[in-house]
């Protein structure tokens, strides 16, 4: 699964699309056409991967305070192995992804949390934080804005209220450190040529300037992936990383 990395700092945004999905399905369908064919498949075969019930047994699960990893000499644990391990599963089931082989899942859960991690360290470095009152604050808007659906995903993803509101504490220092430390543009001419790439696949795309907006999100999103990945690559050349289950 490539630049699995970005599961991670992805996997609040997946819960949250997750709860909102219906709204989603009733709104823009030039975005949905976009992505669609940005991803090559069809509207039916993502119904059908999103369809793909997943269960994670207690065998696949660690004790909270077992080490499953360690970077530059502080140890990860269960506490957050388990809940960064079902997500990733059950996303990737979602998306019909194989998720038969649980050791290989065990190594992308420990990859999504030893990157993690380097993120989180070289942001606290540079002095970018996230108080619990910030946390908080943005866990509060979210339920607001989906209520019951929220609550329903987190469950659907085996997460309690801290194990949400941890993986959100990552994702938003993540949200600061691109913001400092990355420099993303996007510009018309890229744009354009996106554009042409998807309507070449589909001639009924819709005319650029009603697409210009969602093409220029979706192309800032390739870059930023890029662009962290390739930090995050820097960052592991110089860790010290153990895995320990």
Partial sequence: MKKLILLGFTLTLAIVLAACGDDNAEGDNSNEQATEQEQGSSSEEGQQQQQQKVEVTDEEKVAADKAVASVNGEEIKGDRYNPTYSQLKITMGQYGQDVSDQEKLKEQAITVLVEQHLI??????????????EVQSEFDTLKEQNGDQLTAAMEQFQLNEEQFKTMLKDDLITTKYIDSQLDIKVTDKEIE????????????????????????????QQKTNEQLQAKVDELKKDAEVETLI
Avoid: T, W
């Fill in 120 to 133: 989180r360290e070289d942001a606290k470095s540079k002095g970018i934080e996230v108080s619990d009152k």
């Fill in 193 to 220: 040529e996106y554009y042409n790439q998807i309507k070449e696949q589909n001639q009924e795309i819709g005319e650029l300037k009603d697409l210009e907006e969602q093409i220029k999100a979706q192309v800032e």
